[in-house]
């Protein structure tokens, strides 16, 4: 339903509304009726810094979060919605396609202006527009609780932008994720963001996604990462990122010293660009995470990125699926892993590649070095169906046959491998008991499957999820 439409009182006593003060354009107060207890007082304060204000700090402590809701939809004509009443008081709240509006949106800031309870905002697809997002910003200079806000899709724009530009440079939130997906933020609106997040700290976490930044977009993206300090994860996908624009970026992510994860997926950049990707992966030293998926990249660029991966020391997962690499540009990304004993890799996505027994003989030989690498890819072509049930047959399955025929738990199995005779094993340690075991003989890919089922990610296996896990 959409929140946009006229909700009126029953009767005219229902709510009462303050007239706008003189000394303030915008300043608007809404005032939620008391409990017949509590005597109505007047503000004595003249200035406000937000026209989000309840007029009586004592009679909103006695007022109820759903009752101060249900009188800022009477002041702003919407209809309330119920899912908020019923989950305002949780940590967690999902307004995703609601129809707020602006309006809406506004009756929604005004009850979270010092609700202490949720910490998580979802308001994507609810055409709040800059007005919407202005009553956002103005609330989160009350609300110190809130700290992940989710408004994407919803036409900001570029005075969208400005205004998310200002809450930015007043550092001064306690919002550290904040997604801005599909908002039609343009070159302009690069400019205003990147501005203000050179000198912000507080953003950990920064979803720009299906927006328009194109060559210009990326300069002022490439200048803020060199100096940002405060950005872990940044999602750039589907935007319109070419040469230019992509190779400032990588310059800015050359020095960078903060973001972990970074998401450039399908945005077509091509071969040219990966030489500059090649250089980030042998000067950054801090990120973990890449995402470079559906970016044109053949076996020329995949070429130049193993130039990175030779010497990289600190990512762990890249994603190259959907990029025009066949097995040969695939073999020269695993050699480069293999060459570098520092490597810290455990996932490499060429998952639309298909492979030949001989690559998975030169894959085993990187397994040997870098056990906790994961090579994922589509198939291995030309393989006889016997090896191929032999490689696909689920390990766990077989597992579970042979406890079942020694009245053994699965558990006990793996815990009579582990010379401590205890719940943990370490991943290298784990994976060479279970080579060298003959209880129920396993190959090297079989052996990769029950490491991923029992991996902490801390290095361990944990033979206690299996108590959770079905065979």
């Given at each position: 339903?959409?929140?946009?439409?006229p909700?009126?009182?029953?009767t005219?006593?229902?709510?009462?509304?303050?007239?706008v003060?003189q000394s303030?354009?915008?300043?608007?107060?809404?005032e939620?009726?008391?409990?017949?207890?509590?005597?109505?007082?007047k503000p004595?304060q003249?200035?406000?810094?937000?026209d989000?204000?309840i007029?009586?700090?004592?009679?909103?402590?006695?007022?109820?979060?759903?009752?101060?809701?249900?009188?800022?939809?009477?002041?702003?004509g919407?209809?309330?919605v119920?899912?908020?009443?019923?989950?305002m008081?949780?940590?967690?709240?999902?307004l995703?396609?609601?129809?707020?509006?602006p309006?809406?949106?506004?009756?929604?800031?005004?009850?979270?202006?010092?609700?202490?309870?949720?910490?998580?905002?979802e308001?994507?697809?609810?055409c709040?527009?800059?007005?919407?997002?202005?009553?956002?910003?103005?609330?989160?200079?009350?609300?110190?609780?809130l700290?992940?806000?989710?408004?994407?899709?919803?036409?900001?724009?570029?005075?969208?932008a400005?205004?998310?530009?200002?809450?930015?440079?007043?550092?001064s939130?306690?919002?550290?994720s904040?997604?801005l997906?599909?908002?039609?933020?343009?070159?302009?609106?690069?400019a205003?963001?990147?501005?203000?997040?050179?000198?912000?700290?507080?953003?950990?976490?920064?979803?720009?996604?299906?927006?328009?930044?194109?060559?210009?977009?990326?300069?002022?993206?490439?200048?803020?990462?060199?100096i940002?300090?405060?950005?872990t994860?940044?999602?750039?996908?589907?935007?319109?990122?070419h040469?230019r624009?992509?190779?400032a970026?990588?310059?800015?992510?050359?020095?960078?010293v903060?973001?972990?994860?970074?998401?450039?997926s399908?945005?077509?950049?091509?071969?040219?660009?990966?030489?500059?990707?090649?250089e980030?992966?042998r000067?950054?030293?801090?990120?973990?995470?890449?995402?470079i998926g559906?970016?044109?990249?053949?076996?020329?660029?995949?070429?130049?990125?193993?130039?990175?991966?030779?010497?990289?020391?600190?990512?762990?997962?890249?994603?190259?699926f959907?990029?025009?690499i066949?097995?040969?540009?695939?073999?020269?990304?695993i050699?480069a892993?293999?060459?570098?004993?520092?490597?810290?890799m455990?996932?490499?996505?060429?998952?639309?590649?298909?492979?030949?027994?001989q690559?998975?003989?030169?894959?085993?030989?990187?397994?040997?070095?870098?056990?906790?690498?994961?090579?994922?890819?589509?198939?291995?072509?030309?393989?006889?169906?016997?090896?191929?049930?032999?490689l696909?047959?689920?390990?766990?399955?077989?597992?579970?046959?042979?406890?079942?025929?020694?009245?053994?738990?699965?558990?006990?199995?793996f815990?009579?491998?582990?010379?401590?005779?205890t719940?943990?094993?370490?991943?290298?340690?784990?994976?060479k008991?279970?080579?060298?075991?003959?209880k129920?003989?396993l190959?090297q890919y079989?052996?990769?499957?029950?490491?991923?089922k029992l991996?902490?990610?801390?290095?361990?296996?944990?033979?206690?999820?299996?108590?959770?896990m079905?065979?």
């Amino acid at each position: 339903m959409d929140n946009d439409k006229p909700l009126q009182p029953e009767t005219e006593d229902e709510i009462e509304i303050e007239p706008v003060r003189q000394s303030s354009d915008k300043m608007l107060y809404c005032e939620a009726e008391p409990p017949p207890t509590v005597e109505k007082v007047k503000p004595a304060q003249e200035n406000s810094e937000t026209d989000l204000e309840i007029e009586d700090d004592e009679k909103f402590f006695t007022t109820g979060q759903k009752e101060l809701y249900l009188e800022a939809c009477k002041l702003m004509g919407v209809v309330p919605v119920s899912y908020f009443i019923r989950n305002m008081e949780e940590s967690y709240v999902n307004l995703n396609h609601h129809g707020l509006g602006p309006r809406g949106t506004k009756a929604i800031a005004i009850a979270l202006v010092s609700n202490p309870a949720v910490t998580k905002l979802e308001l994507e697809d609810n055409c709040i527009m800059e007005e919407g997002v202005l009553s956002l910003v103005e609330m989160l200079q009350e609300n110190y609780y809130l700290q992940e806000m989710n408004i994407s899709n919803n036409h900001l724009g570029l005075e969208g932008a400005r205004i998310i530009s200002d809450f930015f440079e007043r550092n001064s939130s306690s919002i550290w994720s904040l997604e801005l997906s599909g908002n039609d933020f343009k070159e302009d609106s690069a400019a205003l963001l990147c501005q203000a997040l050179s000198t912000n700290y507080r953003i950990k976490k920064l979803d720009l996604s299906h927006n328009q930044f194109s060559d210009v977009g990326g300069e002022h993206l490439g200048q803020m990462l060199a100096i940002n300090v405060g950005l872990t994860s940044l999602d750039l996908s589907w935007n319109n990122f070419h040469t230019r624009g992509a190779v400032a970026l990588c310059n800015g992510l050359r020095g960078n010293v903060t973001l972990t994860k970074l998401d450039l997926s399908m945005n077509g950049f091509g071969n040219e660009v990966a030489l500059a990707l090649g250089e980030v992966l042998r000067l950054n030293s801090c990120l973990v995470y890449l995402d470079i998926g559906g970016n044109d990249i053949g076996n020329e660029g995949a070429s130049k990125i193993s130039k990175g991966l030779e010497s990289n020391e600190s990512l762990r997962v890249l994603k190259l699926f959907l990029n025009p690499i066949n097995m040969d540009g695939a073999i020269l990304l695993i050699l480069a892993i293999k060459r570098n004993p520092k490597s810290r890799m455990e996932e490499l996505d060429i998952s639309n590649v298909l492979v030949s027994e001989q690559f998975m003989k030169t894959l085993d030989g990187v397994y040997a070095v870098h056990p906790q690498l994961d090579v994922v890819f589509k198939a291995v072509q030309g393989l006889s169906p016997k090896k191929t049930i032999f490689l696909l047959t689920n390990p766990m399955k077989l597992i579970q046959s042979y406890a079942d025929q020694h009245k053994i738990t699965i558990v006990d199995f793996f815990k009579s491998l582990n010379p401590t005779g205890t719940m943990k094993m370490s991943v290298d340690e784990f994976q060479k008991v279970m080579i060298e075991q003959n209880k129920v003989p396993l190959n090297q890919y079989q052996v990769r499957e029950v490491i991923k089922k029992l991996d902490e990610k801390t290095g361990m296996v944990n033979f206690s999820f299996l108590n959770t896990m079905k065979p």
